[in-house]
């Protein structure tokens, strides 16, 4: 599925400023317009979901890129906030983050990330995990129309 006039606002959640620049460097080849929020910690993150304080001009994510280790709240309490949530339930989370610990993965699905990937150590690989990300939400899958509007 094309947007071609739809610009697709990422809610980028990483602490690494290396993997954040990497992530960013592989969408700006996307042929459609991709919108990044960064936040590097969890109590962040959620100030920018619900516009509080520094985060009041936050746009409405259309896709959440999570990673698990994060200071000050984690990635999996952030999940847990975001699917419970009735306002934001339906924003699709990719977690994506350097554990490949069965424990994270089982609660990542038991807490309804909508996909788990293991950040490669090879920047290749890496930059491709990203496209293929950028390629699956943005090209094939269907989003819900309240996240498009």
Do not use: H
Request: proline content about 5%.
């Amino acid at each position: 599925m094309e947007f071609p006039d739809k610009k697709i606002n990422i809610l980028l959640i990483e602490d690494n400023p290396g993997d954040v620049r990497l992530i960013q460097e592989a969408f700006k080849t996307s042929k459609i317009d991709n919108i990044f929020t960064v936040v590097n910690n969890g109590e962040n993150a959620m100030d920018c979901l619900f516009k509080r304080g520094n985060y009041a001009e936050c746009t409405r994510p259309d896709l959440i890129l999570l990673d698990l280790n994060l200071p000050q709240k984690s990635g999996l309490e952030i999940l847990e906030e975001i699917k419970t949530n009735p306002e934001f339930k339906r924003i699709p989370v990719v977690v994506l983050t350097a554990s490949n610990a069965d424990e994270n993965i089982q609660k990542s699905y038991g807490l309804y990330a909508n996909c788990y990937i293991t950040k490669p150590a090879d920047f290749n690989q890496f930059a491709n995990v990203v496209k293929v990300i950028e390629e699956f939400w943005s090209n094939i899958a269907w989003l819900p129309s309240s996240i498009l509007t």
